[in-house]
Each structure stands twice: as structure tokens, then as C-alpha cells.
């Protein structure tokens, strides 16, 4: 049985997909570790669970030679050097779809308070002050919602708005088919001048550093909102905070950020600290916990399939193989380099230890090539050894 270990805190279905499948050596560690703690932990570990905190990198990857699958139990991947993965033969799974709700609740709920100056009038109230006007408070009825990125995510913020009676527009890099009554619009710069309030739903990256810069938010209707549930890089805070305080924008909330703290009893930094049309949030937009359920499920039903069946479907570095029925009384899965006559190899090693191919599967990406395959017979440690000593081979396991 593959002993797996489990960082952060991840929910509890995780480990009872685990152990529900017959995987019961689960190991948990309530927080992230690094360093040689974090290579400590994992001596031995076929498969390892993170979020976000936890840092997979090239060196901590070659210091594990067991290591068959990661789990990122979050949206994002990018504490985990994915072609680093790959070129050891080992497949990363995350969650893209499980905790959308949570998020798109969110960013619907805090524009909202920041359309009817909510953070300021609680502030207010809680220092003594009753100030009923209605100067500056609007219904989200009859506004436009502007949102950048029309994903998974940002397609479900357009379906809540809409049912608020708000007007839908977003800007995406890839024509995407509109949700409702949602409309694309191909300028950002135009786009950014018709939104009451732009909400950002973009993956992280150079491409998509400083897209909300000075320039873009000047772009920006005067008065505007702008929310940030996506990754902290994308906006300039810099510029934010100088919108913000001469008034072209009335308000913001911003649950990511370029650096943000290691731990709780860290201090976040940023001039938005103390503004009263600011909503901050320490990177919860998923954080409910029925999406931790249903990611705790996700990651860990894509792991199991892995490890049970060879399953790649999912995976965001390396080749996809989906389900299928084993067909022979054997299942041997082998990654290899990409390369001409890898297959032909293959099938000629099985064929002096006098294994029948009944099926094969096949998928190549990159550098890497993955081949799930079938046989009649019995793959010996003999087969499986000899396979992994060709120069081709990346890996070779049974399932």
C-alpha cells in the first residue's frame, strides 16, 4: 500500500477516500514544512498532499525517489515546479472546479457592502458615529459587472450578478461562449470604462503580472469597485492605494496579495491597511467548508485513480490517460522520453518475457510519454526491473 502524507490541514474526506479504498497508511501534518523537516517527512512517501504554503521544488523533488503523485488540494499549482515533476514521471493533480461557489459568493457579497459603503458605515458605528445618509450608497439592480477572466469562476460571478438584476460584461484573453445575458467585449480599456465594478478571475504568471497597472485603473470608471479574488501579482497595489485615496475609485476588496504572510501571527504589509473603503481578506475566497470538503474529495479521488488504475485525467503536467477497465490480468504503466522508437521498445521487452499486449494506451506531452498497457500473464519484478533499466524509462510501476 503507498504511504501518503497529507500537509496543511487538508479536510478530513481526503483521508476517507484514502482509507475507503483500502489506502490506510495516511499520514497528516497540520501545517506546511520546509527545508529538510519538509524532505524528512516525506522519506518513503508515494504520494504527498499541499495547499498552498508548501514548497515542491526541483531539489526537494530529486531528494524523493518514492514520490509517484502530488496533490495540490487548491486551485493553484504554482508551489510545485511542474516540469520538474514531469521529467521524474510524476503527475500533479489540483481541484479547478471545487471551490467556485465559495469564491463567486464571495466577490458577489463584498460588491455588495462596497456599493452601500458598508466597511465605512460599520467603522463608523463601531466608533460612535450614526450616520444614516445615503450619499454614495447604490443597489448592485442596474449596474454593470465587468469581469476579467471568464473561466470557471468568473462565468458563475456573471450567473449570481445577473440574478441580482446587475448588467454582465467580461474581457477574456480566448473567445469563451457567455453565460445569461453576459456580453464579451474584445478592448480592455473599454471595458474598464463601462464597469461600476470590475472583478478579476485571471491565473497568475508574467502574462498576467500588473494587468490592473496605473494605467488600466485610470482606465476604470470614476467611482468604480474593483475586487481581486484571483492572484495577488495582477494588480499594481501602489497604484490601488493612490486611486483609492483621490477618489477615482470608491472602494476595493483584495483577498491576494504579491507577498503575503507565512503565518497567522504574521502582519500583512500593505499601504490598503487602514483605508475605510477597503475590504481585506487573507486569501480565503475558497475557504468555506463545503468547498474544503468537496476539494478534499476532488484531489483525493484523482490520486486514488492514479495510484489504482494509472488515471491521468486531470493531471496539469503530464500526458492524460483517462479511466479505462483493466483488460488483461496484469496493468503495468510506463513513462519514457518522448522519442522515436520508445513504443517499439516497450512492446519488445514485454514480448521476451512472453507477455500477450491486450491493450495499450498511449499519450504523449513535451518531453514525456506515458503508456498504460494490459498484458496476459504475470508482470514479474524481473519485467518491471528490466523496463526501468532502459535508457527510455522515466518510471515503470505496476497497479
Not at 322 to 332: C, M, T, V
Not at 342 to 349: D, E, F, I, K, V
Not at 372 to 389: C, F, H, M, P, Y
Request: include cysteine; charged fraction near 20%; aromatic fraction near 4%.
Amino acid at each position: 500500500m503507498p504511504r501518503i502524507v497529507l500537509f496543511e490541514n487538508i479536510h478530513a474526506s481526503a483521508r476517507e477516500v484514502f482509507v475507503a479504498a483500502g489506502f490506510d497508511d495516511v499520514v497528516t501534518h497540520a501545517g506546511a514544512l520546509a527545508g529538510a523537516a519538509l524532505r524528512e517527512a516525506l522519506q518513503g512517501a508515494q504520494v504527498v498532499g499541499i495547499r498552498s504554503r508548501t514548497q515542491l521544488d526541483q531539489a526537494v523533488l530529486n531528494a524523493l525517489p518514492d514520490l509517484r503523485a502530488i496533490g495540490c488540494f487548491c486551485i493553484g499549482t504554482n508551489q510545485v515546479d511542474l516540469e520538474a515533476a514531469a521529467l521524474r514521471g510524476i503527475p500533479v493533480f489540483n481541484a479547478p472546479f471545487s471551490n467556485t461557489r465559495s469564491v463567486a459568493e464571495l466577490v458577489l457579497g463584498e460588491a455588495i457592502l462596497l456599493l452601500r459603503r458598508i466597511p465605512e458605515k460599520n467603522a463608523r458605528v463601531h466608533a460612535g458615529f450614526w450616520d444614516k445618509t445615503a450619499d454614495g450608497a447604490y443597489e448592485a439592480r442596474g449596474k454593470t459587472l465587468g469581469i476579467v477572466g471568464y473561466g470557471n469562476i468568473g462565468s458563475q460571478v456573471g450567473i449570481l450578478a445577473e440574478s441580482f438584476g446587475m448588467r454582465v460584461i467580461y474581457h477574456d484573453i480566448e473567445a469563451k461562449l457567455p453565460l445569461g445575458n453576459a456580453h464579451a467585449t474584445s478592448s480592455l480599456k473599454k471595458f474598464l470604462a463601462q464597469a461600476d465594478v470590475v472583478t478579476l478571475h485571471v491565473p497568475g504568471g508574467k502574462d498576467t503580472a500588473n494587468l490592473l497597472d496605473a494605467e488600466a485603473i485610470a482606465a476604470m470608471r470614476p467611482g468604480s469597485i474593483l475586487i481581486n479574488a484571483s492572484r495577488g501579482t495582477v494588480v499594481d497595489i501602489p497604484a490601488l492605494q493612490r486611486a483609492l485615496k483621490s477618489g477615482h475609485l470608491s472602494g476595493a476588496a483584495i483577498d491576494v496579495f504579491p507577498i503575503e504572510p507565512k503565518s497567522r501571527d504574521e502582519a500583512l504589509d500593505s499601504p490598503l491597511r487602514g483605508m475605510h473603503n477597503v475590504i481585506l481578506t487573507p486569501h480565503i475566497g475558497g475557504s468555506t467548508q463545503e468547498s474544503q470538503e468537496n476539494i478534499g474529495r476532488e484531489v483525493a479521488e484523482k490520486l486514488k485513480r492514479f495510484i489504482s488504475s494509472g488515471t491521468t485525467k486531470g493531471a496539469v503536467n503530464f500526458p492524460e490517460i483517462p479511466y479505462h477497465e483493466q483488460a488483461g490480468a496484469a496493468r503495468i504503466i510506463h513513462i519514457h522520453q518522448n522519442v522515436p522508437g520508445a513504443m517499439g521498445a516497450l512492446s519488445n521487452l514485454m514480448g521476451e518475457y512472453g507477455l500477450n499486449i491486450v491493450s495499450q494506451q498511449l499519450q504523449t506531452r513535451g518531453k514525456i510519454g506515458y503508456a498504460i498497457t494490459d498484458v496476459d500473464g504475470e508482470a514479474t519484478d524481473q519485467l518491471i526491473e528490466g523496463l526501468r533499466r532502459h535508457p527510455i524509462t522515466i518510471r515503470c510501476d505496476r497497479v
